[in-house]
T-cell receptor, first 109, second 114 residues
Framework: AQRVTQPEKLLSVFKGAPVELKCNYS??????LFWYVQYSRQRLQLLLR??SRESIKGFTADLNKGETSFHLKKPFAQEEDSAMYYC???????????FGGGTRLMVKP | DAGVTQSPTHLIKTRGQQVTLRCSPK?????VSWYQQALGQGPQFIFQ???????QRGNFPDRFSGHQFPNYSSELNVNALLLGDSALYLC?????????????FGPGTRLTVL
């Protein structure tokens, strides 16, 4: 069975501080990992996926297969980064997504 | 392109009733997935439709059923509603021909069961 765990329900940082949202997964095969974000009163949208290896809005995430982690990082948080962040896994057996419980990021001025 | 649209925005039902939720996929997409998001939790996969057939199903009882129409829009039906069915129901669309395509989400339908 596949599982995604986001250990922090809430992460509060000051503007300009580094941010790391943690994501751990369990899956026996080779998963594809995603970060989705939901800003206030907006729909869930894709932030980044590990196969793209790109930086979106200053965020990066590296898949660590040894530690089964896919932590989301940003060196300098901005107030507009305040949102709910969900880590998700897609198995190689289909296009269903397994989501973690989400982390609410609050960036204080 | 309005993206993925869902209707209604919210609705209230009582236990034992039946409900139908609707979803129109993003232009060019032919695959629709449904997710249930309980309060304070992440979305949980219900099932996925492609070519008018259920292609994958999550761990949900048979009370949850669906349908996909020739224009790729989809319905989610829930029978014999329980209090625990109260949640935000999300629809996501993607391209079935690109099996690993990104899923785009709709705004959701908030279902309250009293």
């Amino acid at each position: 069975a596949q599982r995604v765990t986001q250990p922090e329900k809430l992460l509060s940082v000051f503007k300009g501080a580094p941010v790391e949202l943690k994501c751990n997964y369990s899956y026996s095969g080779s998963p594809e990992l995603f970060w989705y974000v939901q800003y206030s009163r907006q729909r869930l949208q894709l932030l980044l996926r590990h196969i793209s290896r790109e930086s979106i809005k200053g965020f990066t995430a590296d898949l660590n297969k040894g530690e089964t982690s896919f932590h989301l990082k940003k060196p300098f948080a901005q107030e507009e980064d305040s949102a709910m962040y969900y880590c998700a896994l897609r198995s190689n057996a289909g296009n269903m997504l397994t989501f973690g419980g989400g982390t609410r990021l609050m960036v204080k001025p | 392109d309005a993206g993925v649209t869902q209707s209604p925005t919210h609705l209230i039902k009582t236990r034992g009733q039946q409900v139908t939720l609707r979803c129109s996929p993003k232009s060019g997409h032919d695959t629709v997935s449904w997710y249930q998001q309980a309060l304070g939790q992440g979305p949980q996969f219900i099932f996925q439709y492609y070519e008018e057939e259920e292609r994958q199903r999550g761990n949900f009882p048979d009370r949850f059923s669906g349908h996909q129409f020739p224009n790729y829009s989809s319905e989610l039906n829930v029978n014999a509603l329980l209090l625990g069915d109260s949640a935000l129901y999300l629809c996501a669309s993607s391209s079935g021909t690109l099996f690993t395509d990104t899923q785009y989400f709709g705004p959701g339908t908030r279902l309250t069961v009293l």
